[in-house]
């Protein structure tokens, strides 16, 4: 399966800063890599990257996401956004679930499960986040936390399961610099694919990605790991230069599959 390398932008970015860093990207894409690219964007800033699309042939490749939904379709709901303005504008992605949507604005398994299915029915492929917390891996209750977290968006879509892009973000690995070494990565990334394994037929075609302080040196082993499918990179999609990097690991990677 391709890797898929999914930058978060978070709330980063101004017309000029993206305009700048997408033309950067579209510069050094100008060879098609063996990998998927997305980029993560604040809601207001998606038109704009969309739009770029199109005047630049080298982004052809790299399709757009949000970073959060609403699990309602329309109405009376201010402030949110639906999957179905998303596809509207040509997104093809919508991250659910991050930790800092669950730390911050208290977002529960149970919301992030029903954003994941209102994704789904509209077409957009949600990248629905699980993860522990430093505690929680402290307290050896990581895989326990994993589970409970994915069990609740498998059973809310069932069969749809194989739709979706999971992403496993530590949150004590998320913007500190500190990584889960490939093997603690692999592990947590078994467990999970277990998980889709007695969920779906289809769970081998689910990818599987590794999010949290990647970059373009740790980016090498960690998409090795025979479960890692990709990244979901943040602070490193912020700067051309170490986000095309780690697209090269995962086009390295991509080429060693092959032969
Ligand atoms: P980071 O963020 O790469 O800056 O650690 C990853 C994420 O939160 O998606």
């Keep these: 399966m391709k890797k898929l390398i999914a930058g978060n932008w978070k709330m980063?970015?101004?017309l000029a800063a993206n305009e700048a860093l997408l033309s950067a990207l579209a510069q050094g894409l100008a060879v098609k890599p063996a990998c998927e690219i997305a980029v993560c964007v604040p809601a207001p800033y998606l038109a704009q990257v969309l739009n770029m699309k199109t005047e630049h042939a080298?982004?052809?490749m790299v399709e757009v996401g949000a970073q959060d939904v609403s699990k309602q379709t329309s109405g009376a709901f201010t402030g949110e956004v639906s999957a179905v303005m998303l596809k509207d504008l040509g997104c093809r992605y919508a991250i659910v679930g991050h930790s800092e949507r669950?730390?911050?604005?208290?977002?529960?398994?149970?919301?992030?499960?029903?954003?994941?299915?209102?994704?789904?029915?509209?077409?957009?492929?949600?990248?629905?986040?699980?993860?522990?917390t430093l505690a929680e891996r402290e307290a050896g209750l990581t895989e326990e936390v994993v589970k409970r977290q994915l069990a609740a968006v498998i059973h809310v879509n069932g069969h749809c399961i194989s739709e979706i892009v999971l992403a496993y973000e530590p949150v004590w690995a998320i913007g500190t610099g500190k990584t889960a070494s490939p093997?603690?990565?692999?592990?947590?990334?078994?467990?999970?694919?277990?998980?889709?394994?007695a969920a779906t037929e289809h769970f081998a075609g689910v990818?599987?990605?590794?999010?949290?302080?990647?970059?373009?040196?740790?980016?090498?082993?960690?998409?090795?790991?025979?479960?890692?499918?990709?990244g979901l990179v943040g602070g490193a999609s912020l700067k051309a230069t170490d986000f095309l990097a780690i697209i090269a690991a995962a086009h390295e990677n991509g080429q060693i599959q092959k032969n």
């Design 102 to 132: 669950r730390q911050y604005h208290g977002e529960t398994d149970v919301l992030v499960a029903d954003k994941a299915r209102a994704a789904l029915v509209s077409g957009i492929t949600p990248i629905v986040c699980v993860g522990e």
């Design 58 to 60: 080298n982004l052809d």
């Design 207 to 230: 990818k599987i990605l590794y999010g949290g302080s990647m970059n373009a040196a740790n980016a090498v082993t960690l998409l090795m790991q025979a479960d890692i499918d990709g």
């Design 12 to 14: 980063n970015g101004t």
């Design 183 to 197: 093997q603690e990565a692999q592990t947590v990334h078994a467990v999970l694919r277990a998980q889709l394994k």
